[in-house]
């Protein structure tokens, strides 16, 4: 299995931007489709993005869709979640998480076996 680190987390004004990473450790971060998940008090965790292994293919919410990137280096084991014109309702804690599957799979939390301890990203108004 992979371990996943989250950073970059923090608070942003409405309208901000904020770049998150995932650092996974082991040899074979190529293999994992990974995706970004998030949860907000009260609510339940819900998918934002995930990426291929190769990192040619991506699938985003379609409350993110042209505001989130989400990309992956895979020669620095690293996923990242680029976030743009953020708001109020993006506030949560934002997790990464690793699967052993690839697309089309990619949205389904139940597909995942690794997740991250999540990092909190806080929006301002």
């Known amino acids: 299995q992979v371990q996943l680190v989250e950073s970059g987390g923090g608070l942003v004004q409405a309208g901000g931007s904020l770049r998150l990473s995932c650092a996974a450790s082991g040899r074979t971060f190529s293999s994992y489709g990974m995706g970004w998940f998030r949860q907000a008090p009260g609510k339940e965790r819900e998918f934002v993005a995930g990426?291929?292994?190769?990192?040619?293919?991506?699938s985003y919410a379609d409350s993110v869709k042209g505001r989130f990137t989400i990309s992956r280096d895979n020669a620095k084991n690293t996923v990242y979640l680029q976030m743009s014109s953020l708001k109020a309702g993006d506030a949560a804690v934002y997790y990464c998480?690793?699967?052993?599957?690839?697309?089309?799979?990619?949205?389904?939390?139940?597909?995942?076996?690794?997740w991250g301890q999540g990092t909190q990203v806080t929006v301002s108004s």
């Open positions: 998480a690793a699967t052993n599957e690839d697309m089309p799979t990619i949205r389904r939390q139940d597909r995942y076996d690794c």
């Open positions: 990426i291929s292994r190769s990192g040619g293919i991506s």
